[in-house]
T-cell receptor
Framework: TQLLEQSPQFLSIQEGENLTVYCNSS?????LQWYRQEPGEGPVLLVT?????EVKKLKRLTFQFGDARKDSSLHITAAQTGDTGLYLC????????FGTGTRLTIIP | GAVVSQHPSRVICKSGTSVKIECRSL??????MFWYRQFPKQSLMLMAT?????????EQGVEKDKFLINHASLTLSTLTVTSAHPEDSSFYIC??????????FGPGTRLTVL
């Protein structure tokens, strides 16, 4: 079973600050996805990373896939209150295994 | 593109009744759909993988006779919770698979069993 651990589980920071959340595994993934979920809604796909060492940017969000394709990070610059939500990483081949999630709260 | 709908969004039912939840991919064909269950403040737990035209594959510990899955077409999968009980109350989410293992999620269905 492929396991994904996310850290931190909870993060609460002031608006305007920067943050990084991590997604780690002992398994190699062919691809890895990051999702954001708001309360009472389904997760929304943010990005897919496929190549080891790949870096993708989505406005203020920067995603990196580890060289060995076992881990990934999400960095948010100048966090805004709209970034609040549950961030999930998911990886796998035929089906996705999801991480434990990072619950991010941006304080105005 | 890549829109997935779920219906209903909320359902309240009495214990012992059956509830059907529909999952549709609106703008693409999905040979594989997935059903998840999510408890408050927790991550997603995969229940089963639904393949069009064949039987669903259930995860360990998920009762296939209780959670009936039908994937009749490339755009529709249904989950029926049979003889629902209060412990079945949860947030049920479906997703439809596309390339690179990307999954696009529906908005979820909040089931409350009284």
């Amino acid at each position: 079973t492929q396991l994904l651990e996310q850290s931190p589980q909870f993060l609460s920071i002031q608006e305007g600050e920067n943050l990084t959340v991590y997604c780690n595994s002992s398994s190699v993934f062919s691809s890895l996805q990051w999702y954001r979920q708001e309360p009472g809604e389904g997760p929304v796909l943010l990005v897919t990373v496929v190549t080891g060492g790949e870096v993708k940017k989505l406005k203020r969000l920067t995603f990196q896939f580890g060289d060995a394709r076992k881990d990934s990070s999400l960095h948010i610059t100048a966090a805004q209150t709209g970034d609040t939500g549950l961030y999930l990483c998911g990886g796998g081949n035929e089906k996705l295994t999801f991480g434990t999630g990072t619950r991010l709260t941006i304080i105005p | 593109g890549a829109v997935v709908s779920q219906h209903p969004s909320r359902v309240i039912c009495k214990s012992g009744t059956s509830v059907k939840i529909e999952c549709r991919s609106l703008d693409f064909q999905a040979t594989t759909m997935f059903w998840y269950r999510q408890f408050p403040k927790q991550s997603l737990m995969l229940m089963a993988t639904s393949n069009e035209g064949s039987k669903a594959t259930y995860e360990q510990g998920v009762e296939k006779d209780k959670f009936l899955i039908n994937h009749a077409s490339l755009t529709l999968s249904t989950l029926t919770v049979t003889s629902a009980h209060p412990e079945d109350s949860s947030f049920y989410i479906c997703s439809a698979g596309r390339t690179n293992n990307e999954q696009f999620f529906g908005p979820g269905t909040r089931l409350t069993v009284l």
